[in-house]
């Protein structure tokens, strides 16, 4: 591994924003009295969203809505998706990702004002489908706790997705919410090789201690899927079936998997992040991915990009199902209840007459 490398850190670089006509660059160092800093610190900037539940529209993903109160993610995992959507933001898809995030400090009040609507029917939403909701920051400001008591006032179903423990801090509001049938969790677990998971998630907590929340949500009877995602062949697509095991013996009641791809500037931070930390077997890897995608890294076509194509994606997908079908064989994530739901519009409208 070369020295000059980022611990701590998923991606290595800053990759060109491609929406950015001007940047700050370094190479004619020679012209510089002294190096370029930067700051490497994470930063926090606030946005004042005016909407925070997005309608997903995408065949791949039907009838969904989703709500993220933060963009960018310290987690740093390296294939993550979201990376490329910093960009629009005017930062980089590479360590800018990593280290500024955007925060939605009014994003309770939003939630509340979407229920509030008269339109508004009760359908679950995403906890979040695009960055963690749980990542560091989330531990000081309690954005997403506040997001749960919203949910659970006027008894709206939510899924989360997560790969942090500190899920369990809210174990209380996730109880209030299972007793209606109003709640579901997905765990993501993209290795137990702990060295693999180091490199790969930099700031994730450790795959020991996903099926710990794993099994305590068990325990307490709420609905909970393992997500095998993203799975990298060559690099740890031969863990799926102790992965699956791991997580039906801690009491997950499903799993779900996705194939990595690698579209925008993804495609270059994971090639360096590879080149640099898997050397031997980069090119291996990267080949097996594009075998996948129609030989590219880069992937976007509705109904393929997500599972992949050919003999290698078959294969995953074959060895996947067969280990769902062994150690969850007849397990099933209780279906939402929607008839809770709380529309408050007619009695404020009522109220607003006085």
Known sequence: ????????????????????????????????????????????????????????????????????????????????????????????????????????????????????????????????????????????????????????????????????????????????????????????????????????EPRTVTAKGRLQVIEKLAEKNIPVRVMAAPIIPGLNSEELPEIIKAAADAGASDAGFTIVRLNGAIGDLFTDWITKNYPDRADKVLNQIKECHGGSLNDSRFGVRMAGEGKIAESIKKLFSLSVKKYMGGRTMRPYNTTHFINNYNRDEQLSLF
């Open 1 to 200: 591994m070369e020295s000059e490398y980022f611990k701590g850190r998923g991606a290595q670089l800053n990759t060109k924003n491609p929406y950015l006509k001007l940047e700050y660059v370094t190479e004619h160092i020679e012209g510089l009295d002294e190096p370029l800093l930067e700051n490497s610190a994470t930063q926090l900037f606030k946005e004042s969203a005016k909407k925070i539940v997005n309608k997903v529209e995408s065949p791949d993903l039907p009838l969904m809505y989703s709500l993220n109160p933060y963009q960018g993610c310290e987690h740093g995992c390296i294939y993550c998706y979201a990376r490329n959507a910093h960009q629009y933001w005017g930062f980089s898809a590479g360590l800018d990702f990593e280290r500024k995030i955007i925060v939605k400090h009014n994003a309770a009040a939003l939630l509340e004002k979407n229920f509030q609507h008269k339109n508004w029917e009760a359908n679950p939403i995403l906890l979040s489908g695009n960055t963690d909701c749980y990542q560091p920051i989330e531990r000081k400001l309690k954005i997403t706790q506040s997001l749960l008591k919203v949910f659970l006032k006027y008894r709206n179903p939510v899924s989360i997705i997560t790969k942090n423990n500190l899920i369990l801090r809210d174990l209380d509001l996730l109880e209030e919410l299972n007793a209606l049938d109003l709640v579901h969790v997905n765990i993501s677990i993209t290795s137990l090789n702990e060295s693999l998971r180091q490199t790969l």
